[in-house]
C-alpha cells in the first residue's frame, strides 16, 4: 500500500500530512482529511480547553473500531516547534517525568489529527513548574446517558449543576 505524503503549512509551521484518505470512521465514512479539517474548524472554541495542558492522545491508527493506544509522552517524531511539559509520574516516586506535548495552537492540533489522536485527554490543572502539577482548575461531570437513562435526564441535571454552582 501506498502512502501519500501532503505538505501543509498552518501558523507559519511545516506540517507533513499523511494518509489524508485513509477511513478513520468507517461507519460514516470519514477520513483522516476529514478529521483535520474538522480540527481546523473547531479550533478556536477546542484550543482555549487544552491551553497549558499536557495532552495523552488516544490514537487510532486504524480507525475507530480497531485497536487504538494511549500515548502520554511526546512521539519521536514530534515537531521541534511544539511545547511541550514535564508531568511526575503519578504514584511512581522517584521515577522519571512523562514529557508530554502541549496543544495551545491550531498547527499542534493538526499535528495531533494527523496522528489519528480522534481523543485529546487533559488533566484538570494547568502545567506550572516543570515536573510539578499545577493547580487544579477544573471540573469535569460526564453525564452519559445509559440503559434507565436519556440524554435528556443528562441534561436536565447538566441545568441543575450549571444553576447550583
Known amino acids: 500500500m501506498r502512502s501519500e505524503h501532503s505538505l501543509a503549512t498552518v501558523d507559519g509551521h511545516r506540517l507533513t500530512l499523511s494518509n489524508l484518505s485513509?477511513?478513520?470512521?468507517p461507519e460514516v465514512p470519514?477520513?483522516?482529511?476529514d478529521v483535520i479539517s474538522y480540527y481546523v474548524d473547531v479550533a478556536p472554541v477546542m484550543l482555549p480547553?487544552?491551553?497549558?495542558?499536557?495532552?495523552?492522545?488516544?490514537?487510532?491508527p486504524g480507525g475507530v473500531g480497531r485497536?487504538?493506544?494511549f500515548q502520554k509522552h511526546v512521539p519521536r517524531r514530534a515537531p521541534a516547534w511544539g511545547r511541550?511539559?514535564?508531568?511526575?509520574?503519578?504514584g511512581q516516586p522517584g521515577s522519571e517525568d512523562i514529557v508530554a506535548m502541549v496543544v495551545c495552537d491550531q498547527a499542534t492540533l493538526v499535528w495531533a489529527a494527523n496522528l489519528a489522536a480522534l481523543e485529546l485527554h487533559v488533566p484538570m490543572w494547568r502545567g506550572g513548574r516543570p515536573g510539578r502539577y499545577g493547580l487544579v482548575d477544573l471540573m469535569v461531570f460526564d453525564l452519559d446517558p445509559g440503559p434507565s437513562t436519556s440524554i435528556v435526564e443528562c441534561c436536565q441535571v447538566a441545568q441543575f449543576l450549571c444553576h447550583v454552582l
Not at 30 to 33: D, H, I, R, S
Not at 84 to 90: G, N, W, Y
Open 49 to 60: 480547553h487544552l491551553r497549558d495542558r499536557p495532552v495523552t492522545l488516544r490514537r487510532f
Open 84 to 90: 511541550t511539559f514535564r508531568v511526575p509520574r503519578s
Open 22 to 25: 485513509k477511513v478513520l470512521y
Open 30 to 33: 470519514l477520513t483522516k482529511a
Open 67 to 69: 485497536p487504538s493506544f
